[in-house]
């Protein structure tokens, strides 16, 4: 985060112009130099940052004991839990249910809404052949076949 200026001195005299000419190029190849930033590390920031990643490193395989994904057996070996791969089945196949019961309430909520869509047409179509197509008696036709849908 730091920034070198360079102040070039020329002059506009014939008498100084060898000089000024190379005073510009040296600048100019002084303007091209580009330095590359380093994060000076002693051996001390090193041991830290090894640390530091290992504390991580253990942090993480503790939870997992704690959560039961890894265990240690009676002979001090470690394995990886077979609870925690079936309760991870499990609860993957638990959504995918959830899921398929969703889209089949939505198709059973359809069908129904259809079924009594139909018996308010057939219940028209009753009292338009008896002559008694009215308007108002049609709507209350079918929100009673409606309501009786809803309350089964």
Known sequence: SS??????CVSP???DFMETLNTLKYANRAR????????????ASQQINALRSEITRLQMELMEYKTGK?????????????MFHENA?????????RVRIKAMQETIDALR?????????????VLARAGEGNEEISNM???????????R
């Open 3 to 8: 920034q070198t200026l360079m102040i070039a």
């Open 13 to 15: 005299s014939d008498r």
């Open 32 to 43: 091209n130099i580009k330095n590359k930033v380093m994060v000076n590390q002693d051996r």
């Open 70 to 82: 890894r265990i240690i057996d009676e002979e001090g070996v470690e394995s990886i839990n077979d």
């Open 89 to 97: 089945m499990l609860q993957t196949e638990n959504n995918n249910l």
């Open 113 to 125: 809404a259809r079924i009594t869509q139909l018996m308010s047409d057939q219940a028209n179509q």
């Open 141 to 151: 036709i079918h929100n009673y076949i409606k309501e009786i849908e809803d309350l």
